[in-house]
């Protein structure tokens, strides 16, 4: 059973910048890609970055590219998401996720789904 608890979130401000961390652990946690998706208030949840089981390879959302970074401690199983110059339209809950996979992988729908999630953390950018 993998668990994933996902700390950082909060009220903050136009132009500030945030941490959030979220704490794997579980019976091959150490082996799964871990990812960052959010779900922003009346809208489906979105892909923000996906980081490889040993942190070498990283991957954004593109509406997100140059605004966030995606890290791994990989010997204590912690994956954390920076994100800078926030503005309002990044208010949402942010969802660490463990085993990133391709949903519907060959077709135009294909997107990356995770196969076990956290409760989430929800984040309010204040203009």
């Known amino acids: 059973q993998v668990q994933l608890v996902e700390s950082g979130g909060g009220l903050v401000q136009v132009g500030d910048s945030l941490r959030l961390s979220c704490a794997a652990s579980?019976?091959?946690?150490?082996?799964?890609?871990m990812g960052w998706f959010r779900q922003p208030p009346g809208k489906e949840r979105e892909f923000v970055a996906e980081?490889?089981?040993?942190?070498?390879?990283?991957w954004y959302a593109d509406s997100l590219k140059g605004r966030i970074v995606i890290s791994r401690d990989t010997a204590n199983n912690v994956v954390d998401l920076q994100v800078n110059n926030l503005v309002p339209e990044d208010t949402a809950v942010y969802y660490c996720?463990?085993?990133?996979?391709?949903?519907?992988?060959?077709?135009?729908?294909?997107?990356?789904?995770?196969?076990?999630w956290g409760l989430g953390t929800q984040v309010t950018v204040s203009a």
């Open positions: 980081i490889s089981w040993s942190g070498h390879l990283t």
């Open positions: 579980g019976r091959g946690v150490s082996s799964y890609s």
């Open positions: 996720a463990a085993d990133v996979i391709w949903k519907d992988a060959g077709t135009p729908a294909r997107r990356r789904e995770a196969n076990y």
